[in-house]
């Protein structure tokens, strides 16, 4: 694939809603405390779609700036990815519908479904589509509204999960810069792990799903966070292999922000000091397909990569799937 025509990131930009809960807010829903909650995840407070916005509305936002800065206008997009699990309907696209708000007119636009790895999935088939010459850019953005499929009566996944988007333009770049390598993967055999049951053609909606809950996220937290572990680890050594880098070569490491703990973990493996490292969960929490995006976008917002540098981007999440990245910036 390095043969090809290089591809990286020429724009970016993020976007959060403005209601704010935080832990102790979420004191008042469930038996929980923010102890607690910041000793086993890192999280304080996320931020939660207004009841007027949906996911398209929290891409726009992200998709606007990200044109902004590349310095594009929406007509010139070939190609709109959206990566999410809580697309505003079952069909349309939520990229099709962000594809007319922005007036995208000539960009093919469809969704990606692979939970919090679905920004890194998004952009390597994007990549492809541009390195074969098909396309010359392409809009990727991660959204989610885990609001929106959150049991605020569960407290083991109800302190988990917040909303935001976090997009890119990606197209050509000089050589030496951006994307070296993908490492995607899936084990399907641990879907169950972190499912919504109903809502599909399985367990169609109906009174019943609605009453058992069954429209919400529901998660072995356990098992999910061992698989985590584990595939940071994996994923990050594949994708460094792939491009021809070891983890020292590694300058800025846009994790998965899903729990600190897990972070820390793929911290001690690969030897990464704090100031190498992207932490946002904090203020966030896990946003899913947003998560990766939100910590690259807010990360180069605050000036933490140069040109040339080497930053890996590693996810994790329902499917089960993960997703890695190796970028010059
Ligand atoms: O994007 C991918 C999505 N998912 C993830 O990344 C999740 C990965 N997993 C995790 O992050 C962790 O497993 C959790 C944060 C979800 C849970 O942490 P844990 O250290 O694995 O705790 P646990 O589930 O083993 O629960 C420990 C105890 C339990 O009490 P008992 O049974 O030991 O008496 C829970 O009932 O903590 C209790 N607990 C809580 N206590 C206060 C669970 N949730 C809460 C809560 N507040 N919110």
Known sequence: MNNLRPVGIIGTGMYVPEKILTNSDLEKMVDTNDEWIVSRTGIKERHIAASDQATS???YEAAIKALESAGMKAEELDLIIVATVTPDSMFPST???????????????FDLSAACSGFVYSLATATNFIKTGMYNNALIIGADCLSRITDYTDRNTCILFGDGAGAVVIGEVPQGRG????????????????????????????????????????????EVFKFAVRIMGSATEAVLAKAGKTKEDIDLFVPHQANIRIIQSAMNRLDLPPEKVVINVDKYA??????????????????????????????????LTWGASVLVW
Not at 95 to 109: F, M, P, R, T
Not at 206 to 211: A, M, N
């Open 286 to 319: 896990n946003t899913s397909a947003a998560s990766i995006p939100l910590a690259l976008v807010e990360a180069a917002e605050q000036g933490r990569m140069k040109e040339g540098d080497t930053v890996l981007m590693v996810g994790f999440g329902g499917g």
């Open 179 to 222: 994307f070296l390598s993908f490492d995607l993967g899936a084990e399907g055999a641990g879907g169950h792990l972190l499912t919504i049951a109903a809502g599909g053609s399985r367990e169609p909606a109906s009174c019943d799903t609605v009453s058992a809950k069954r429209h919400f996220i529901q998660m072995s937290g356990s």
């Open 95 to 109: 990229a099709c519908i962000l594809q007319d708000k922005l007036g995208a007119k000539k960009a093919a636009a």
């Open 57 to 59: 509305d929290l891409a």
